[in-house]
């Protein structure tokens, strides 16, 4: 890369290094994960547990446009990194400048229909009558949020590469902050509820959109937006630059569509079995799976331009480096994640509920149970990640869509007549755990096939 860029992905010392991206782009996931944090806490004492409940039925469509900026962000980082260790900034350039138009055509087409059929939407996700206008009013107002988050969310990716990552935590870390602020006067002294709630994000959201596009068009080093044509060859690149993309960072749109599937069918079981307060229960445990995914996110995402840049070298002891920190790591947030579940289940459900609600006692029968994921989870993210980041992106997306759909869903439905309702507490923990020893299966078999793997 460029001398004046701030980062050498390829010389320095892997244990300087992953520090050095991983902090900032931690904190920056982190603040983005406390917006959902503030609006839960916020609306569980301001407005009550309905409310809670509510903002939980419609946060997957949050994640499902979260998932198409993690996609085309992963799968855009990873091909500019390859680029950009081969000097090809021109061709890096134009896969940042397609990535970025496609996601906004996307994101409009994704909008439209939030905003006009807001109460088909509020049914499909699994909302009942009483829910019901809680659920269209959050939906309406933070549909301008998908936008903001989605530029916020890319522009991370590229921004990182470009070597400014301090600059990509604060365009996560300023709205975050700015979201806390707003959304507490809008609940508790203007009264606005669900409403207010909204709003708070969507303005957030934007301002870190913003920061974004200032700094792409102002302020970047290497990386640039770059004027594209469209004659029927530009067009026939770009579809496919963007299929290949999709292809890397595929594992990444699963992944968050899975918390999306997760909530969904979660919502619809507890609802059934439960009714609401089954569902505000569940809220909790959907407010800190973002949280724990996002330690996940950033070590695979800090990890990812590293291995990204020395795979195009072909620099193996690097890769090798930057695998043991990462799943080291993994592991200890994982230990701890885990155990903080267990025994601290009273004080972290407090957070959302008050005590004495029925919603309370649900949470709190079955938290302990539903911790056991967290640790599963960030290894999981972890190896996927690292797949990812080598251009495996078949076995990183077949691992991702079994702890997506073909493991969770059934387990929602199965483990329930066995174990009764704590069986809707383990349906995730059972399905993490299920991937991580498919996982370790296939890396085991690859130790035997593929050389890397073996060096490993």
């Keep these: 890369m460029k001398q004046r860029d701030a980062i050498d992905f390829g010389k320095t010392d892997i244990s300087k290094l992953f520090p050095k991206i ?12 406390l917006i959902y944090l503030a609006d839960g806490i916020f609306l569980g004492h301001g407005v009550g547990s309905d409310a809670l409940a509510a903002v939980n039925i419609a946060s997957p469509l949050f994640l499902i ?25 021109k061709a890096a350039n134009i896969n940042i400048t397609q990535a970025s138009v496609i996601s906004i055509i996307l994101m409009v087409l994704i909008t439209i229909p939030v905003v006009l059929f807001p109460e088909i939407i509020a049914s499909w996700f699994g909302s009942s009558d009483k829910l019901m ?19 916020i969310v890319l522009g991370m990716f590229i921004i990182r590469i470009d070597g400014a990552p301090k600059f990509a935590m604060a365009a996560n870390v300023i709205p975050s902050i700015l979201n806390i602020i707003i959304s507490y006067i809008f609940i508790f002294h203007l009264d606005m509820g669900v ?7 969507s303005i957030s959201q934007w301002i870190g959109g913003f920061m974004i596009i200032i700094y792409m068009f102002w302020f970047s080093k290497t990386l640039h937006i770059y004027k594209l044509k469209f004659s029927k060859t530009s067009l026939r690149l ?31 079981m507890f609802m ?39 795979h195009g070298l072909g620099s193996v002891n690097r890769i090798k480096q930057t695998f043991h920190i990462s799943i080291k790591i993994a592991v200890a947030i994982g230990v ?34 539903y911790s056991f994921s967290f640790f599963f989870l960030l290894v999981n993210l972890t190896l996927i990640g690292y797949l990812q ?42 399905s993490e755990f299920l991937t991580f020893c498919m996982i370790f299966i296939w890396f085991t078999v690859s130790k035997n096939e593929n050389q890397l793997f073996n060096k490993l």
């Design 22 to 33: 991983f902090i900032p782009t931690l904190l920056g996931l982190l603040s983005g994960a």
């Design 65 to 89: 446009t979260t998932g198409l900026a993690l996609m085309f962000g992963s799968g855009v980082s990873i091909v500019v990194a390859i680029h950009l260790s081969r000097g090809n900034y």
């Design 133 to 151: 206008p809680y659920v269209i009013e959050y939906l309406v107002y933070v549909s301008p949020a998908f936008m903001g988050s989605m530029i």
């Design 195 to 201: 409403k207010g709630a909204a709003i708070a994000t």
């Design 238 to 268: 770009t579809i496919r630059n963007t299929s290949y993309m999709i292809k890397l960072g595929g594992s990444a749109f699963i992944g968050e569509t899975a918390m999306a599937c997760t909530m969904i069918v979660g919502n619809i």
């Design 272 to 310: 059934s079995r439960l009714q609401e307060d089954g569902v505000a229960a569940f809220s909790v445990a959907c407010y800190l799976l973002p949280l724990i995914f996002m330690f996940g996110n950033a070590i695979a995402q800090s990890s990812l331009p590293i291995i990204s840049y020395n």
């Design 336 to 369: 701890a994640a885990t155990l903080i579940g267990i025994f601290a289940k009273v004080e972290v459900i407090s957070i959302f509920i008050k005590h004495g609600d029925k919603a309370f006692a649900i949470a709190a029968s079955g938290f302990s149970y």
């Design 389 to 430: 980041s080598l251009e495996c992106f078949k076995p990183a997306t077949v691992f991702t869509f079994l702890r997506s759909y073909i493991f969770v869903i059934p387990a929602f439905l199965i483990l329930p007549l066995f174990f009764g309702d704590n069986g809707l507490w383990f349906a995730i923990p059972v």
